[in-house]
């Protein structure tokens, strides 16, 4: 073979590595399109939005960053700000304990366990709307059983959603009834896939069920707990269409978390820059909880490590 | 029959090369492109065809259901009805409109849409299109389609532009007052009438009143007929707002009088609670627009089956109900404008509006329809729509009404709670929360500029 012909042949060696190479880019273009589409584009379409002021529902041009000035001065926005980290902390902080406690229960031998599980997870199948509808029933004071039931037991008449605290109240016990379920089914895969060696030694050194929990099945538990916290606070912050169809976001300003104060300011008040800027700084909030997750949970594993 | 007589197409004996697969996907990829292109179903306009889109609510149903068939019997001009829920449909007008697709020919609308989409160029002006306007229309109900408003506070860009229509009203929704007959012996006219007699039921057999109290909108329809016929105003001809005064306060303070005597959880009714109570009969009075005529009557849903009357909501100084019209606007990008002008002509026209009346008790918008003797004594509403359609007070035409409307009203909603729960001191806890309500809305429109 001649120093061309091995030239030649390794440089067609080399193009068809560089064509293995690309097929899996290739192979994943027309997804990644798709959602460069319906996401991505949305997403910086939504940033340029933030920048320009609208009026009559027309682009009227390039504002700067008037928009985030007018959020920043703008009193309803911070109330909804305060509401959804309030609203977060409660709902989510119940939902991680209810969840824990339902899959330490159902991390067992029991009868009727598939029944039990398939019962828990149900609330989360069925669509929030409905869910709202449902709990709108359910709290509606002359249609409803809730106010019905506390006249019956001699408790007065709570009317959930005609006052602010009960309305809130409320809504975070709609939020956990729903969602519960989703935490409790990643710690329940948690627990199932935890190593049992480490329990069965402290057992056998004599450690009771709640030293066994606390300090070795918790810590074990800690990056799945971690990932379960971060998903659901990511979604709660979001959360719309419950009190959409329940409150509206009030009493007052009760109930009405940033998702429902800005699908109003760009649908209903036809303010799109306005709202966006406060998508983006929603998003921003959201993206730096992710980074100091993400960085939380590795850190735990390090430590686990 | 044996497989040897199958026979392989010569086409799959062939190996496949790579370039052979992708050659003939693209192939059949185009021809099912240009198939899908010349079956699809597509609209054509050499015919004359209209297409119409709408949100939808039950008293768009004989609109859609019978008129939009009889304009085609009568011209051959076919129509295409697309509805879809209100919020959507808002979005799809709007974006139809600003890049003029050319979608849609007509425009059903909610009143409040006509300062945005008269202003932003979304609807075309009918006067230029040379819509002719039938006289017969309520005057008030017609008014609502006029860009800039004839009366009333204008913003700055059109302060001296000349009043064109936008879009023309197709049906009168209005708020009325519903009293029970057995309560009443006689229509109530005032809200002195109202208070007289829910001081004498006994909640929770019986209520004196029921509302929507839930924030934005629905307290605001609550509070509106209130406001107005107190004499106070939404906004002033300055765009100062004009419930913070006396008027605004006394007129709250008459809604608050009634708590005893209304459901406990009224602060979070919305129309479906606060007119439940009416339906199982356990209420004597109610402010509603003109959609639950139909229902009162309906064995199905009501206990109280021709025991309900209308009429104009109650006065103090005068009426002053709030006007909700459904109205139409012919799309900026209409590619048949003249088949769309021939189709409002038709529905408004005195004849059209008769049917509308004689055979679905409609909301008309004409003044013969609602005072025919042959429809009336079918059905007892009609005069109460006209009464109340001549009396009513528009709210502020502005793009930026929907904001005004969400701070009066949540401060409203606020307002109520806070009377429910302390029982007293009705007019300190109005006066609070209409003055923080005023500053709010002045602050905002002065954000948002082009008013003052």
Redesign the interface.
């Known amino acids: 073979m001649t120093a061309a012909t091995k030239t030649i042949e390794q440089r067609k060696i080399k193009a068809r590595r560089v064509r293995l190479a690309a097929v899996p880019y290739l192979l994943l273009l027309p997804a990644m399109l798709a959602m460069a589409a319906v996401s991505l584009y949305p997403m910086i379409d939504g940033a340029r939005a933030s920048l320009h002021k609208y009026r009559y529902g027309i682009d009227a041009g390039y504002t700067g960053v008037e928009n985030f000035r007018n959020i920043y001065n703008d009193a309803v926005f911070w109330q909804a700000v305060e509401t959804t980290i309030r609203f977060i902390l409660i709902a989510v902080s119940i939902e991680t304990v209810l969840g824990l406690l339902l899959a330490l229960l159902v991390a067992r031998e029991l009868r009727f366990l598939g029944l039990i599980r398939v019962t828990l997870i149900l609330p989360m199948t069925i669509a929030p709307v409905v869910v709202g509808v449902i709990w709108r029933l359910l709290y509606a004071s002359n249609i409803g059983i809730i106010d019905p039931l506390f006249r019956l037991l001699g408790l007065g008449t709570p009317d959930v959603l005609a006052h602010p605290t009960s309305a809130f109240v409320g809504l975070v016990a709609v939020d956990v009834w729903e969602w519960t379920p989703l935490i409790f089914l990643i710690i329940l895969a948690g627990l199932e896939s935890m190593p049992q060696d480490p329990l069965e030694a402290a057992r056998v050194d004599g450690a009771s069920a709640l030293q066994v929990f606390f300090h070795h099945k918790l810590p074990l538990l800690r990056p799945v707990l971690l990932v379960a916290v971060v998903l659901r606070t990511i979604d709660a912050a979001g959360t719309f269409d419950q009190i959409f169809v329940l409150t509206k976001g009030g009493p007052g300003t009760a109930t009405q978390l940033i998702a429902i104060y800005s699908y109003n300011t760009a649908f209903l008040f036809n303010q799109y820059g306005h709202a966006m800027a406060m998508m983006i700084s929603l998003l921003a909030f959201l993206l730096l909880l992710m980074v100091a997750a993400v960085h939380l949970m590795r850190r735990s594993s390090e430590l686990l490590e | 029959m044996s497989d040897k007589n199958v026979k392989t197409p010569k086409l799959l004996k062939q190996p496949l090369g790579r370039r052979d697969v992708i050659k003939r996907g693209l192939a059949g990829t185009v021809a099912l492109a240009g198939a899908a292109t010349v079956l699809s179903p597509r609209r054509s306009y050499a015919s004359g065809a209209i297409t119409i889109g709408s949100f939808q609510d039950n008293a768009m149903a004989p609109f859609r259901d019978y008129f939009v068939k009889e304009f085609t019997k009568e011209t051959g001009i076919a129509v295409n009805y697309n509805e879809t829920n209100y919020?959507t449909w808002?979005?799809n007008a709007?974006n139809d409109g600003?890049n003029k697709t050319g979608a849609y020919d007509i425009y059903v609308m909610d009143d409040n849409w006509v300062?945005?989409f008269a202003?932003?160029?979304?609807v075309q002006s009918l006067d230029k299109l040379g819509l002719k306007v039938n006289s017969d229309i309520l005057p008030k109900g017609l008014e609502m389609g006029l860009w800039p408003p004839k009366s009333g506070a204008r913003m700055k860009d059109f302060a001296s532009a000349k009043p064109e229509l936008y879009s023309l009203v197709i049906i009168d929704d209005v708020e009325i007052l519903y009293y029970h007959k057995d309560h009443f012996p006689h229509a109530p006219q005032t809200w002195d009438d109202i208070y007289a007699v829910a001081k004498k039921t006994e909640p929770p057999k019986m209520y004196g009143w029921s509302a929507r109290?839930?924030?934005?909108n629905p307290i605001m329809m609550t509070y509106l007929p209130l406001l107005n016929s107190y004499g106070g105003n939404f906004v002033n001809e300055d765009w100062s707002p004009g419930f913070a005064g006396p008027e605004g306060v006394g007129a709250l303070t008459r809604l608050f009088s009634f708590i005893p005597y209304m459901?406990?959880?009224?602060?979070?009714f919305d129309t479906?609670?606060e007119t439940?109570?009416m339906l199982e009969g356990k209420c004597t009075a109610l402010t509603e627009y003109t959609g639950l005529v139909n229902r009162v009557d309906d064995p199905s849903s009501s206990k109280v089956v021709h025991k309900i009357n209308m009429t104009a909501t109650p006065k103090q100084e005068k009426h002053g109900p709030a006007i909700g019209t459904f109205i139409c606007g012919i799309a900026s990008g209409s590619k048949n404008p003249e088949g769309a002008v021939q189709f409002l002509e038709w529905f408004t026209s005195s004849k059209t509006q008769m049917q509308f009346a004689r055979r679905f008790g409609g909301a008309a918008v004409t003044g013969s329809a609602l005072s025919d003797p042959e429809a009336v004594k079918k059905y007892r509403w009609l005069p109460a729509i006209a009464e109340a359609v001549n009396s009513s007070v528009q709210k502020p035409r502005t793009?930026?009404e929907?904001?005004m409307e969400?701070i009066l009203g949540?401060a409203l909603?606020?307002a109520l709670?806070e009377a429910?729960?302390q029982k007293e001191n009705y007019d300190a806890i109005a006066k609070k929360h209409l003055q923080a309500a005023a500053e709010q809305i002045s602050s905002y429109l002065k954000?948002q500029g082009g008013y003052f």
């Not at chain 2, 202003?119 to 979304?122: E, Q, S, T």
């Not at chain 2, 109290?213 to 934005?216: D, F, M």
């Not at chain 2, 459901?263 to 979070?268: H, K, M, R």
């Open positions: 919020d808002y979005q709007k600003i300062p945005e202003a932003g160029g979304i109290g839930v924030k934005g459901p406990s959880g009224v602060a979070s479906a609670e439940q109570v793009p930026d929907p904001k969400d949540t909603n606020e709670v429910i729960a954000q």
